[in-house]
């Protein structure tokens, strides 16, 4: 149970994926992935079978946490009652640097993640884009639960960035 800008937040003890994540992230201070036993690959979300082996063996694989922003949305409006303080905010679907490209070209471990501030606010949106590096940091979420967020990291981009409403 936590609370989340004012919002009750309940983990399921039935919640098998996500909860033990949580949990782990927690735990180490730091992201991790479920890594299939029998291949070796690391898959997101944290489902309980491997997604191109089957194998139902695995075990948590840390990761550096460093990656790249695959894709990201502006939210302007706030479905939720407990962000309208938060816009706009930033969602980013973000793509770690471990395993791009595998075990197919296309693949890649990525999660939707904020992109926030290190204070802790949502990123000014001119500071976002396609291409921009990020790394993680674990926001508090509830008592003992630690939330992976990102925020925008010294390196700088391999190529281009896209952002919305530039002319290229
Ligand atoms: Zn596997």
């Given amino acids: 149970m936590g609370d989340f800008h004012g919002m009750e937040i309940v983990f399921a003890d039935t919640d098998s994926e996500f909860r033990p994540y949580l949990e782990e992230v927690t735990r180490r201070g730091r992201l991790v992935m479920r890594q299939c036993a029998s291949c ?30 695959y894709s ?25 640097d471990e395993q791009r490209g595998k075990p197919r070209e ?10 926030l501030k290190p204070d802790g606010t949502p990123e000014d949106e001119a500071r976002v884009g ?18 992976p967020q990102f925020r925008v990291s010294a390196e700088a981009p391999e190529g281009s960035v896209w952002r919305y409403g530039v002319r290229r």
């Fill in 40 to 69: 070796g690959l690391l898959r997101f979300p944290p489902g309980s079978a491997c997604p191109w082996c089957m194998s139902l063996d695995g075990e948590w694989g840390e990761v550096s946490g460093k990656g790249t922003i």
């Fill in 106 to 115: 296309g693949d890649g471990l990525r999660l939707v993640a904020n992109v």
């Fill in 130 to 147: 396609i291409g921009v590096r990020v790394e993680v940091v674990l926001a508090e979420l509830a008592d003992g639960v630690n939330l």
């Fill in 72 to 96: 990201y949305e502006v939210v302007t409006q706030a479905i939720l009652s407990g962000l309208a303080g938060q816009v706009p905010y930033i969602v980013a679907l973000v793509e770690l």
